[in-house]
């Protein structure tokens, strides 16, 4: 597996991985707005994928406004999650994109959240060090929602 920078014709791949998830996050696939985030973010160099030959099997959206990071999309396909994809993915972020201290903050769901357990979101981040804050707006499909933070030195 292979972390990079993503391109433009990794689009499709992002889609399919969009695809896997929609249950849980809402309508992205066939979303105007999720299409402009990819874009712009493909287009700042903020976007970045994990691929295993020609598939790609992960994707991360990150912002990069220091001092205050954003994970604003993760994603790892179902076949390769628990396989370190996307501790790879955060950590290329952290790399890249996080110069000096400062916190990366992620929306993920609310321990309610019927996708809580089922995508093991909440224990992946707790892994990486990033702890539990204050609940945020609900997504989409109207589940509850929380941020995380990390403190990066």
């Known amino acids: 597996m292979i972390v990079r920078l993503a391109r433009e014709q990794d689009l499709p791949g992002l889609l399919e991985l969009a695809a896997q998830v929609e249950h849980w996050f809402g309508p992205m696939v066939e979303d105007p707005g999720f299409h402009s985030a990819v874009d712009r973010h493909l287009r700042r160099s903020t976007a970045l994928v994990a691929v295993s030959g020609s598939d790609v099997v992960g994707g991360l959206l990150f912002g990069d406004n220091a001092p205050t990071y954003h994970v ?26 996080v110069p000096g201290p400062g916190t990366i903050e992620v929306v993920t769901f609310g321990a309610d959240h019927p996708g809580a357990t089922a995508s093991g979101a909440r224990v992946f981040y707790e892994r990486l060090g990033f702890s539990p804050a204050e609940a945020a707006d609900p997504g989409p499909e109207g589940g509850s929602r929380q941020i995380y933070r990390l403190a990066v030195t």
């Open 72 to 97: 604003h999309w993760l994603v790892v396909s179902e076949e390769t999650r628990g396989e370190g994809v996307g501790r790879a993915l955060v950590a290329d972020a952290v790399r890249r994109f």
